[in-house]
């Protein structure tokens, strides 16, 4: 079984901090990707980025930075110089490959709410 | 806005009613994902279609079911329905079986059950 855990329940920063969402993950299959999703208050779900279990080089992506590490099973999302428009909920996402014969649909955790306050 | 399109986006209906949920794809994509969020479920997978066929069933309910059509969009039904069915749902979609491939999502149909 596939299991997705975000501790972290609520966040509140204040402007231009850095913070970061954890998640760890739980699985028996030794080929899956991992997904962050930010849901704004309007909503919606929105994709922000996929890891295959395969590739653990961490990326930048402008204020954003992700941090894979096998090795404890975690999957950390990183803001920096938060902003208020990053308030949402931040999902992390599990899902397995076609190989493994477990599930292909995502397993989300229960997400953060981050709050940034101005 | 992730191509992706649910109608309606608000329901409101009552105990024991049926109502039907309406999903188009993106355009190419051929996997549609439905999932539940509800504050104490969570995110929920409900059943995944690619290309017509039922591909994965997760916790969907004996009241609830699912189809998608030749042109690829996908219906939601919901019957006899209950309070604890007031939920968020959405839609999904993914290119071909969906392996590694994100899943985009709608902006859900709000149901409110009185």
């Known amino acids: 079984a596939q299991k997705v855990t975000q501790a972290q329940t609520e966040i509140s920063v204040v402007e231009k901090e850095d913070v970061t969402l954890d998640c760890v993950y739980e699985?028996?299959?030794?080929?899956?990707?991992l997904f962050w999703y930010k849901q704004p208050p309007s909503g919606e779900l929105v994709f922000l980025i996929r890891?295959?279990?395969?590739?653990?080089q961490n990326e930048i992506s402008g204020r954003y930075s992700w941090n894979f590490q096998k090795s404890t099973s975690s999957f950390n999302f990183t803001i920096t110089a938060s902003q208020v428009v990053d308030s949402a909920v931040y999902f992390c996402?599990?899902?397995?490959?076609?190989?493994?014969?477990?599930?292909?649909?995502?397993?989300f955790g229960s997400g953060t709410q981050l709050t940034v306050l101005p | 806005d992730s191509g992706v399109t649910q109608t309606p986006k608000h329901l409101i209906t009552a105990t024991g009613q049926r109502v039907t949920l309406r999903c188009s794809p993106r355009?190419?994509?051929?996997?549609v994902y439905w999932y539940q969020q509800s504050l104490d479920q969570g995110l929920q997978f409900l059943i995944q279609?690619?290309?017509?066929?039922?591909?994965a069933k997760g916790n969907i309910l004996e009241r609830f079911s699912a189809q998608q059509f030749p042109d690829l969009h996908s219906e939601l039904n919901l019957s006899s329905l209950e309070l604890g069915d007031s939920a968020l749902y959405f839609c999904?979609?993914?290119?071909?079986?969906?392996?590694?491939?994100?899943?985009?999502f709608g902006d859900g149909t709000r149901l409110s059950i009185l």
């Open positions: 996402a599990l899902s397995a490959a076609f190989s493994s014969g477990s599930a292909r649909q995502l397993t």
């Open positions: 890891r295959n279990s395969f590739d653990e």
């Open positions: 355009s190419g994509d051929l996997s």
């Open positions: 999904a979609s993914s290119p071909r079986g969906g392996e590694g491939q994100p899943q985009h």
């Open positions: 699985t028996r299959d030794t080929t899956y990707y």
């Open positions: 279609y690619y290309n017509g066929e039922e591909r």
